[in-house]
């Protein structure tokens, strides 16, 4: 019989929150696939953990898929975790997982620590439906396009960031969503250092800029979405402003966003 591919989660900082099933399940398996060998050994060592592990990252997924199943078909169970967090949340895996489920191979989840899951937790912010993002792009005109993009979006939505682009991250934001928009960014959760701090986004551009502890550690940035009314119509027009800007004259394209949409023309002019 074939064996089973378990995607365990692991602390995304508290070490207390790796559950007793997921300590049971990484010292059975055969071996572990880890994102980071050296990160997720300490890990391990830290609960006396001896199990055999196996590097398996953006760069080798493809080519490491095949022979991972094959150690399943063969009747080995395996464990698959991430470097902090629920696996393929913003990281690796999902091929390997495509191809064990392909193959006809159990794949079981043993849940836990998520980032995203617990920010949206204690945010305030509307969370029975929501987008996660992932990360934006790094580089800020293509971060500004996708962020426009996203500007009519009703959906809370959901960023990871890291911490030498937040403060540019949270100016293009204001930007494109206003400076009014309710945000919340979470910083170093279940850590020594965490923070959730809450207002609008110029509020909190302001405080990041002004305090260099808000800018270390990793972070969920979380937006409101755009409301049913004129915000949300500002913020539709904003969006096609942004792309028809890119190929037309300003005043022609906000007078061409503004009939699309029916936001304000003087409020797109100049954005």
Known sequence: MSGTLFIVATPIGNLADLSPRAQDTLRTVAAICAEDTRRSGQL???????????????????ALAQ???????????????????????????????????????RVSPV??????????????????RFAF???????????????????????????YESSHRIAE???DLRAAFGDDRPAVLARELTKLFETVLDGTLAELHARVEADADQ??????????????????????GRRVYALLSAHLPPSTAARLAAEITGAPRKALYGQ
């Open 111 to 128: 849940p836990g620590s998520s980032a995203v899951i617990a920010a949206l937790s204690v945010a305030g912010l509307p969370s029975d």
């Open 133 to 159: 993002e992932g990360f934006l792009p790094a580089r800020p005109a293509a971060r500004r396009e996708a962020l426009a993009r996203l500007s009519g979006e009703t959906r809370t939505l959901v960023f």
């Open 215 to 236: 800018r270390k550690g990793e972070f969920v940035l979380m937006v409101q979405g755009a409301g049913d009314d004129a915000a949300a119509q500002l913020a539709e």
């Open 169 to 171: 991250s949270l100016a």
């Open 44 to 62: 391990l060592a830290h609960f006396g953990i001896a199990t055999p592990m196996l590097a398996l990252h953006e760069h080798n997924e493809d």
């Open 67 to 105: 022979r991972i199943v094959a150690r399943l078909q063969a009747g080995e169970s395996l464990a698959l975790v991430s470097d902090a967090g629920t696996p393929l949340v913003s990281d690796p895996g999902f091929r390997l997982v495509r191809a064990a489920r392909a193959a006809g191979i």
